[in-house]
């Protein structure tokens, strides 16, 4: 299913707009009051850290702008706020409610888009879910948009669909509407309530996540294309290829496990427990640790079977049909299952609501 408006943005719609949350960032310039301050932002936000750079010019404070990529709130800059001398680092637009550093301020910035981007959205959606049969969705978004979210799911409300969650509440370090690349706690508590979700957003991967991590068709509803698309297809794939990596990884007799550097991304202790249980298995184990992962990174690493990742599960996922087998912590966890002489459930492969802060306990049990 893929419906487009496409053929519509000859109107000349109005474009959508960003809000960076500037008092959030006078408010931590006052009470700190740093001489010199860092400016980081995702590549599609490059913009916004111009305009807090300029900001920050205009009030006497010596700003940088750090070039280097950032993923989400597991990549902060404290290590280059250290090495450049800054009092204080703005990473903007991967907001949290946690606190997760105090060098590192997450500030918030939100995509604004006009009301008819909004109602044309919103009618395809209801259209959808009246010939899918879907009586209650579950509308989630990334953290961009959360103030978008609000708006459309005010419109789908009033259009007669039952929408969840229906208001906004903190659930471990994020809102119960939000999504990462490998968080899903919101869409985990509500699963088994709603029929399918729709995700408010441009990342297809996040949609891709949301359905093999709940099991439920997932929509991704993208206001820049003005299109709906269904993932299903793209999904059942993407757990193929993920449980084919497993399979071919039982067949390793060496495996290097992968630690990051990144605040967020830091599990020595889950390497280890993880490495212990693949010695007592018969196999041998080589430990890594790499601030930027990138699978042409692990091709320098010779003399290993596969890769067990636990920095970004993303990599893994990703990387799904490379020379060697390289596993996210959840195909990590179903390895060992694979290993004891259980079966591999493919339908669960990847079913749960954190991919890579779930905590090794788990596997333990």
């Not at 010939?131 to 579950?138: L, M, N, S």
């Not at 890769?307 to 596993?327: K, N, Q, S, T």
Request: aromatic fraction near 8%.
């Amino acid at each position: 299913m893929s419906d487009s408006l496409e053929g519509d943005r000859d109107k000349r719609w109005d474009r959508i707009g960003v809000l960076v949350d500037f008092e959030a960032i006078d408010r931590a310039l006052k009470d700190r009051r740093p001489r010199r301050v860092g400016v980081s932002a995702p590549d599609g936000l490059q913009s916004a850290a111009r305009s807090v750079y300029d900001h920050l010019r205009e009030l006497g404070i010596e700003p940088v702008i750090i070039l280097d990529p950032t993923y989400g709130f597991c990549d902060l800059q404290d290590g280059q706020a250290d090495a450049l001398g800054l009092d204080l680092v703005f990473n903007l637009g991967h907001w949290s409610p946690a606190r997760l550093s105090e060098r590192t301020l997450l500030v918030d910035v939100e995509y604004e888009v006009p009301i008819s981007r909004l109602q044309a959205l919103a009618d395809s959606l209801v259209g959808a879910a009246r010939r899918e049969g879907w009586r209650t969705v579950g509308l989630l978004a990334v953290g961009n948009y959360g103030r978008v979210r609000g708006k459309l799911a005010d419109l789908l409300r009033e259009a007669g669909a039952v929408v969840l969650p229906e208001r906004e509440e903190i659930t471990g370090s994020l809102l119960n509407w939000q999504v990462t690349g490998c968080m899903f706690p919101g869409a985990w508590s509500i699963r088994r309530r709603v029929d399918a979700f729709a995700l408010l957003g441009s990342s297809r991967f996040h949609a891709i996540a949301v359905r093999l991590a709940t099991g439920l068709r997932t929509i991704m509803v993208d206001p820049e294309s003005l299109e709906i698309s269904d993932v299903e297809d793209d999904a059942i794939h993407a757990a193929r290829r993920a449980a084919l990596a497993v399979y071919r990884a039982a067949d390793a007799r060496s495996f290097g496990i992968v630690t990051g550097e990144k605040s967020g991304q830091r599990y020595p202790e889950l390497a280890r427990a993880i490495g212990r249980s693949l010695e007592e298995l018969g196999r041998s184990v080589y430990y890594y640790s790499a601030y930027e992962i990138t699978t042409d990174r692990l091709g320098v690493a010779r003399g290993v079977d596969a890769f067990i990742v636990l920095a970004c599960p993303r990599i893994g996922l990703d990387a799904a049909g490379g020379d060697r087998p390289i596993l996210s912590y959840p195909q990590a966890i179903q390895l060992l299952n694979l290993l004891r002489g259980k079966s591999l459930n493919m339908d669960e492969l990847l079913r749960m609501p954190l991919w890579a802060w779930v905590g090794y306990e788990r596997h333990e049990r």
